[in-house]
């Protein structure tokens, strides 16, 4: 069985501070993960994507992602947040179980907030 | 490219009416298409998996004669929510796959309020 579990509900930031967002997998294969970000009332934007290559991974808007396969990982950072940053994100891992095959597994999401 | 239209992009329905929720890729062809269910401030949660031509797999407790599912066309996914209640008030989001493990592009989303 696959899952993912964020490990954050809601963060808080400063605008201008680095932002970390945790997400923690288990997979019997080797996953594909994703963060997406949401905006009030708005569809998933994708961040960034995991398949296997490299694992620090670059997305958009200044995010990365570093996979630790030892840690079962994908923590989502930024150095700076800035106010347009304040969304609710999502990890995800593609499920390559049989009877889910290529289904995405969503975590329960992450609440940012950037204060001035 | 790769975008994705939801079509209303939010609807008001009486009590037992039916409403129909289009999702659209609009410059690739969807082999499969996904539709989500997502509560006020809840993560999103898979409720069928589409194939064109062929009948839609339901997730565990999701009914499938309230919620019917078309994907007649490479472009084209429907879900309609039939005799709909106020409880079936939610963000309906779909996305579309070129293939079951292509990368998923999603929709602006639906909002629903059944009233």
């Known amino acids: 069985a696959q899952s993912v579990t964020q490990l954050d509900s809601h963060v808080s930031v400063s605008e201008g501070t680095p932002v970390l967002l945790r997400c923690n997998y288990s997979s019997s294969y080797s996953p594909s993960l994703f963060w997406y970000v949401q905006h009030p009332n708005k569809g998933l934007q994708l961040l960034l994507k995991y398949t296997s290559a490299a694992t620090l991974v670059k997305g958009i808007n200044g995010f990365e992602a570093e996979f630790k396969k030892s840690e079962t990982s994908f923590h989502l950072t930024k150095p700076s947040a800035h106010m347009s940053d304040a969304a609710e994100y999502f990890c995800v891992v593609r499920s390559m179980t049989t009877d889910s095959w290529g289904k995405f597994q969503f975590g329960a999401g992450t609440q940012v907030v950037v204060t001035p | 490219g790769a975008v994705v239209s939801q079509h209303p992009s939010w609807v008001i329905c009486k009590s037992g009416t039916s409403v129909k929720i289009e999702c659209r890729s609009l410059?690739?062809?969807?082999?499969?298409m996904f539709w989500y269910r997502q509560f006020p401030k809840q993560s999103l949660m898979l409720m069928a998996t589409?194939?064109?031509?062929?009948?839609?797999?339901?997730e565990q407790g999701v009914e499938k004669d309230k919620f019917l599912i078309n994907h007649a066309s490479l472009t084209l996914s429907t879900l309609t929510v039939t005799s709909a209640h106020p409880e079936d008030s939610s963000f309906y989001i779909c996305?579309?796959?070129?293939?079951?493990?292509?990368?998923?592009?999603f929709g602006p989303g639906t909002r629903l309020t059944v009233t």
């Open positions: 410059d690739f062809q969807a082999t499969t």
């Open positions: 996305s579309a796959s070129e293939d079951v493990l292509g990368e998923q592009y």
């Open positions: 589409s194939n064109e031509g062929s009948k839609a797999t339901y």
